[in-house]
């Protein structure tokens, strides 16, 4: 599985970004039929996870701090995933990164792509 997430910028306080997440893989593969998670990961951080998209749990903040600014979606094309991110704060400045796993947000997420940077700042 590969995954790819682009989208990343620099944009000012308040402003809005849309993260793309692209996967591929084996033949047959579809990233609808995984779960999806966004991570970060901030200078001189840990890296942490943001949001996740299951169809079986629904979204789950692991964040409260985006709760009302980010929402995570899928693509029409079954191997696509965003992350739309409004109202942005210099504290969500951060390589951000999107994730799979097989059945639950809970679970220790199997494959990452390589991130897109997102700064915030004016």
């Known amino acids: 599985v590969q995954l790819q997430a682009s989208g990343g910028g620099l944009v000012q306080p308040g402003g809005s970004l849309r993260l793309s997440c692209a996967g591929s893989g084996f033949s047959g593969f579809r990233l609808e039929n995984y779960v999806i998670g966004w991570f970060r990961q901030a200078p001189g951080k840990e890296r942490e996870p943001v949001l996740c998209?299951?169809?079986?749990?629904?979204?789950?903040y692991y964040i409260d701090s985006v709760k009302d600014r980010f929402a995570i979606s899928r693509g029409d094309t079954g191997n696509t995933a965003y992350l739309q991110m409004n109202n942005l704060k210099p504290e969500d400045t951060a390589v951000y990164y999107c994730a799979t796993e097989r059945t639950s947000c809970w679970n220790t997420f199997d494959y990452y792509g390589q991130g897109t940077q997102v700064t915030v700042s004016s």
């Open positions: 998209l299951s169809d079986r749990e629904g979204p789950i």
